[in-house]
Structures are given as C-alpha cells and as structure tokens.
C-alpha cells in the first residue's frame, strides 16, 4: 500500500453543525451553557476541604451486610468507581437497602476520604443541585452570588483538581446520568445506588443486593421495635413470622417497625394477622411490590384515625419529585404550616416521608402506590386525584408572580424537576391549560439551556393535551409535535422522531397549505431527520423543496431561507458533491454576514461549515484560517465548553492533523475528547466523533497500542447508539479495518474491509467517494494477503 493510499485510507470527522429550523427549537446540543467567572475559575485548586467534610445523613442501623461492605470496598479501592444495584427476590423494586448500604460504607470509611458528598442523582437536575449544595459549602461567599451553572463548573473543577474524595449518587434513573462525571473525575471514589441492574459501563463494578437473611431481618425488627428491651423467645418467634410476611425486605420492615414502635398498645402478632388478612396469597408467591403496598396500607389506615391531615399531605407529595419537596409545597395558601409542619412530623415518624426540617422526601414505590386508585377509596373524587390537584395547584402557586414582577430563574429551577413528575404521570384523560403552559415555559427553558432531553415528558404531556383539547390538527398541537420529534432527535431516538416529523409534514400540508412558513419548518425537520439517519437519497430532494419554497414565500435572506441554504449544502456536502456545497456554504456565509452580524451563532456555523468544506477539497490553508477565527470567536461569544466551540476546537484539530502538524492536533483532541465526554457524556454523537478523531490522530503517529482500543470502542459505541449502517458507523467500522491491517492483522481487517465495502454500496452509492476510499482499501489488504 503507497503513502498515499495510506493517507486517503482513514477517515476523520469534524462534525459540522447543521441548524434545524424547528418550531422553534432548532438546534440539538446539550450540555451546560454557563461560563465559569474568570475569578473562580482559578480557585477550586487552592481551596482545601476542611477534614471530615460531608453532607452525610445519620447513619442507621444496617445489619447482615458485612459481606457486601467488605466487597464494596474492594471494588472502590480497586477500580474507583461502583454501583449498588438490585436483584434477586425483590424484582428490581425499591427498599432493599441501598441507600442504607452506602450510607453505612460511607460512615465506616471517613476517615479514608478527604470530602464525602452524598448526591441526590434521580435526574441530571438533582445531580447539579446537590454539586451547588458542595461548591455552598466550600466557598460560601462566592456561591452566594454565583448562578447555578458557575457553582456545577466549580464544584467539578474541584473535584477535578483534588484527590481523596467519594462521591455517593443515590437512586439514580438512569446510569447514562452519571457519565459527564464519572468519565471525567478520576481523582477519587464514584459510588451509585439504583434499582437498575443493567446499563451500567462494563469498568463499573455491580453488587446485586438481595434481601436480608431471616436472621438478620429478624433482629433488624427486634431492634426497632424493642429498642434496648431484649425480646422474649415467643416475641422472637413471631417477628420473624412477620419478616417472613414481608419478604425480608428492609424498607419494609423499617417501616413495620416504626409503626410498633410508636403504637406500643399492637402486637407483633395483631399486626401480622392484619397483615394476613391483606396477604392470603402469599404462599403463592406474591411479589414485593404487594407486600410493600399491604405494609402501607396498614400504616396508613393508623395515620388516617390518628392525623387525616398527613394522609392528604401524603397524597400530594406522591405527585411532586420524590427528593427535596419543599414544605412550601405541601403548605396550602389557607393552611396554618404549624399544621402541615406536624402532620410533616408524622408521617416521618412512620417512615413514610424523610424530612429536613425545610423539605421531604418520599420513597418512589410509596408515591407509585399513592397515584393508583385503591378498591376502596369512595370519595369523590378519588383521593388519589385529590392529591393530583393539590400537587399541581401548588406547584402553579409557587411559579405565579407577585404583581408587577416575573417568576425567577430560582424559582424555576426549583420547580422544574416537580413540572417533569407531574407530566411524566399525567392520569390518562387529565388536562389543565395553566398546567401545560407551565409545562412549555419549563421545557423552552430547558432547550435554551441545552438540555433538550430533559424536555421529553413536559412535550409529551403537552402534545397529549393539546391533543385532546385542541384537536390533531391545530396549529399549537403541530407545534408540539414538531417539537417533540426534535426532543426524540436530540436524544438519538430517531425511531420515533421520523413518524412524528411525516405526520406533522402530511398534517401541515393540509391545514396550513404547502408553502406556510410552519410547513417549510416541518419539510426542513425532516430532511433533517432522513439525513440523519443517513438516508440521503430523501434528504436532498426535500432539502431542494424546502429552499426555492423559502427564497419564494420568506425572501432570499430570511434566517429560514439561510438556514435552508446551510442544510441543503451540508447534504450535498454529504454525498460528496462539493462542486455544488461550498458556492452555497460561500453564499450562506455572506448573507448572515450582512444580515446577523459578523459573530451571530449562525454566522459562525456558516464560517465553520465552510471551513471544513475547503478543508475537504485539500484547501487546507484557507481551511485553517477560517477555524482559528471561528474557534477564538466562539471562545469568545459563547464560552470555553460550549458544545458548539467544542465542535471547533476538534474542526481545528482537523486541520492541524491535515497538514501533518499532529504535535498541535493531539493535545486539541486529547483536550476536545475530556470535555466532551464530561459536557455531553460518554456515547455522545458528538462525543464518538472525538474518540475517533483522537485515535486516527494515534494511529498517523503510529502509536497503534492507543488507537486500535480506541476505535474498537468507538466503533461499539456507534452500533449501539447510531445503528449498522450509520454512515459515522460505517467509518468506524473502515477505520478499525485500516488499523488492524496497519499492524498486520489481515485476518480481521479483510472481512471489516469487506462487510463496510458493502454496506457503502447500499446506504451511499457505487460512486461516493467514501465507497471507493473502502473498495481501495479491501484492494490494498488483499493484496497484502496474497503476498504474504
């Protein structure tokens, strides 16, 4: 193989940005928009934690989990980073005493952690809320006047900067949550709690934690009922009758216990025969989840005689965020809080609620329980939409402004993650107008905060009710939908965004007629979408319709017709047809120039897009001028960690590397890669496009031990994320073919060579050059073989 056929071999991507006209949400990137201060920036190095800090719950009693706690230090001593997940007889359900676990770990091993930080993780909200919570407790003063973004950057630089630390994530939803961290803070210890048991990165470690031995169980139950009064043998005996009712499960059984233990007139045996009474099935295998819900409905039956008022501010609070529910929320506006504090009181007495003093918490399966109709429940309505009601008016109350003023970014921020629980458990049929307004103002914040992907339940609640109150076809219930498909694209579920994106198209064809604007935005989305999904061959065609139909309706420079422009010659640009890309690129660029301003965000996607166009065409000075000053304007405008400066400071790296200068290319990859992996997370697109960047920057080195890992995982990552036949895929799939061969290893790199050779043939053509780049090399290791 020559030098040059070497050259053309691999392939390295820059990731140009392409701007979606959406309704209006345009673009797909997340990742935290706010600039740390200059002043802070600097700081987190020189700033000590004093000894023993944490944020630490009590430690309570945890018994029986001597094994586990011995093998969980193991784990973090040994790899740095574990999660406590569970399984076995409790079917993936809460209670089985993670938390308690963790917490138990943590207590015993202070004194071997400089910081320990206990992080409430059910969603990338909370994880941020609790890093503020670290960085107010280090540097107090200047948090207090620091945004919420600035205080997340600093309390990682911290941890970026300083050894020693653990870090406890506890419920966490969704392992993917913790990537921006765990892939990016190697300094000290990472341990999570979930009720996952898959998902978790194959370097993390998982201990399945089952339920106690009877043993344990049984003396857990003594403990808590007789405190420091030994129990006699018939008490023993019949306590462990009831652990066995209870399926041994710790929550449980913590909250049997409570309930005893304050109404000391019931027995151990009264409250198993009433018990009974509810579980006649039992020795037929009844699951956790009935035994839990029985275990419930006893206590509640007690709160409802002795404090009816706790019942109902349980009732509200199994609709709100399960963690920090503060007491403002539960406190209606003609309520005495002496009331709600005490009723507060009681329900944390039985274990019902976890309580601060200023906000509850409330474990997942209670509030799952407390949403669902129970047999009965006679009251009309419904006790459980009571709830619903009083939930939702509370949190409408607390984001409605006084007079003359507007509801602030705090009070947002408090309130939002309430808004997702409330849209994600929306009851079937259930709609409010003032309710889903919140719900768009709540998701528009968001998406303006790159955090599109956190929007999916407030579009989805929108969506339906605008559904069922406005019709299919309005024009609001188009909007939802066109917004909702960008959402499921943003996040890679492209599956569902193509058929919302046709249906919005077909629907607004025929309301609003084919050349309204909101048409052109939907006929734009989804060429967008097909190309997406590498489908070029419907992508272009529309992408032509959509322009002449904007320079039309909108004019020749309207942002619209522009963003046309810009998608139209990405997608040629594509296909390879740079003959036709970069005089539109050119055009774009000099329009929004005159129009936006010579540092509009579009203006620089434009200098972007071009750039990486001439660089494609070998025009490699011209290409690396054009990135420099998109990339010092970027830094500039937008911020050191914006995705889309992160975008050209891996397009310059390109270019570095396209003119064999690899000693400034690698450490801009090295560089782009952390910050991605730690903005966007581990199997961002984006994120994947700089893994294997960094390892063809390896491979141009000959630093082959470095690279082959690299694109092995990259090339993983991409099946998994973005399919077989992505075209990003497919460069993957030639670019680990190219290195295997590189180190002699024909037996592998031929039958990559010759399945991506294919699968370029079907998805780009016989012609495309990328397809002849691919048939060069399966050439080219042929003839190797045949040689050797």
Not at 177 to 187: E, M, N, S, V
Not at 643 to 669: C, K, M, W
Not at 734 to 758: M, Q, S
């Amino acid at each position: 193989m020559t030098t040059d056929d070497a050259t053309a071999g691999l392939q390295i991507e820059a990731g140009g940005e392409r701007a979606i006209g959406a309704q209006r949400i345009r673009d797909a990137y997340t990742g935290d928009l706010n600039v740390l201060p200059a002043e802070a920036l600097h700081a987190p190095d020189k700033v000590t934690a004093a000894p023993g800090t944490s944020n630490l719950p009590p430690a309570s009693l945890c018994l029986g989990r001597d094994e586990e706690l011995s093998r969980l230090r193991r784990v973090l001593t040994g790899r740095g980073e574990g999660a406590i997940t569970q399984g076995g007889a409790v079917h993936g359900l809460g209670g089985v005493g993670k938390s308690t676990l963790a917490l138990r770990y943590a207590h015993r091993h202070r004194g071997d952690y400089t910081l320990i930080w206990w992080i409430n993780a059910a969603s990338p909200d909370e994880i941020e809320t609790s890093l503020t919570e670290l960085t107010k407790a280090l540097v107090p003063d200047w948090a207090a006047s620091a945004e919420r973004g600035a205080q997340v950057s600093w309390a990682r630089q911290w941890l970026a900067w300083h050894r020693g630390w653990l870090l406890i994530y506890d419920n966490v939803e969704d392992p993917a949550d913790l990537a921006p961290y765990t892939g990016a803070l190697h300094q000290g210890h990472h341990l999570a709690t979930s009720r996952r048991t898959t998902g978790w990165p194959d370097s993390t470690a998982t201990l399945c934690l089952g339920s106690l031995g009877a043993d344990d169980a049984t003396t857990l139950l003594c403990n808590l009922v007789f405190r420091e009064i030994p129990p006699t043998p018939q008490q023993q005996l019949t306590a462990r009758a009831l652990v066995a009712d209870l399926g041994c499960l710790p929550l449980a059984i913590k909250q049997a216990g409570a309930y005893l233990a304050q109404n000391r007139g019931i027995s151990l045996d009264a409250y198993r025969r009433r018990l009974g009474t509810k579980l006649d099935k039992t020795a037929h295998g009844i699951d956790a989840e009935r035994t839990i819900t029985h275990v419930w409905n006893v206590t509640l039956q007690t709160l409802e005689a002795k404090h009816p008022l706790a019942v109902e501010v349980l009732h509200t609070a199994a609709w709100l965020a399960p963690d920090d529910i503060p007491h403002a929320l539960l406190t209606p506006a003609d309520a005495d809080p002496d009331d709600i504090a005490e009723a507060i009181g009681t329900l944390a007495a039985y274990s019902m609620v976890t309580d601060t003093g200023t906000a509850v918490t409330v474990h997942r399966l209670v509030q799952t329980v407390l949403r669902t109709a129970q047999p009965a429940d006679h009251t009309q309505p419904p006790r459980h939409l009571q709830g619903r009601d009083r939930a939702e008016q509370a949190v409408l109350h607390q984001l409605t402004p006084l007079p003359g003023q507007d509801t602030t970014d705090s009070q947002w921020d408090t309130h939002t993650p309430h808004l997702v629980t409330l849209a994600a458990t929306t009851p079937p049929g259930h709609h409010d107008a003032r309710l889903t307004d919140a719900y768009v103002m709540a998701a528009n914040r968001l998406h303006r905060q790159s955090h599109t992907a956190r929007t999916i339940p407030l579009l989805e609640a929108t969506l339906a009710q605008r559904e069922e109150a406005l019709g299919e076809i309005h024009p609001d219930t188009l909007t939802s939908r066109n917004n909702l498909a960008t959402a499921y694209q943003v996040v890679g579920d492209l599956g569902r965004a193509i058929p919302l994106y046709e249906v919005t198209l077909a629907q607004s064809e025929q309301v609003l007629g084919d050349t309204h604007p909101d048409t052109l935005t939907s006929r734009n989305n989804l060429a967008y979408a097909y190309q997406a999904v590498g489908d070029l061959g419907r992508a272009i065609p529309l992408h032509e319709v959509t322009l002449a139909q904007s320079e039309q309706v909108l004019g020749d420079t309207h942002p619209d017709t522009l963003t046309s422009r810009n998608n139209l010659a990405y997608a040629y640009r594509a296909v390879g047809d740079l003959e036709r890309a970069i005089p539109l690129y050119e055009v774009t660029l000099g329009q929004r120039e005159q129009a936006l301003g010579d540092t509009h965000p579009d203006t620089l996607t434009s200098r972007n897009n071009l750039a990486y166009a001439y660089r494609a065409v070998g025009d490699l000075e011209r290409a690396t001028l054009l990135f420099e000053t998109t990339l010092a304007q970027r830094e500039r405008v937008l911020g050191d960690t914006h995705p889309q400066t992160l975008t050209s400071r891996n397009n310059l790296a390109s270019a570095y590397h396209g003119v064999g200068d690899l000693e400034r290319a690698i450490p801009l990859f090295e560089t782009t890669l952390a910050q991605r992996e730690q903005v966007l997370g581990d199997t961002h697109p984006d994120t994947l496009t700089s893994r294997n960047n960094l390892a063809y920057a390896y491979h141009g080195v000959g630093d082959l031990e470095r690279a082959i890992p690299l694109f092995e995982t990259t090339l993983a990552q991409r099946e998994q994320v973005l399919g077989d036949t992505h075209p990003d895929t497919l460069s993957s799939r030639n670019n680990l073919a190219y290195a295997y061969h590189g180190v002699g290893d024909l037996e592998r790199a031929i039958p990559l060579f010759e399945t991506t050779l294919a699968q370029y043939e079907q998805v780009l053509g016989d012609t495309h050059p990328d397809t002849l780049t691919s048939r060069n090399n399966l050439a080219s290791a042929r003839k190797a073989a045949a040689a050797g």
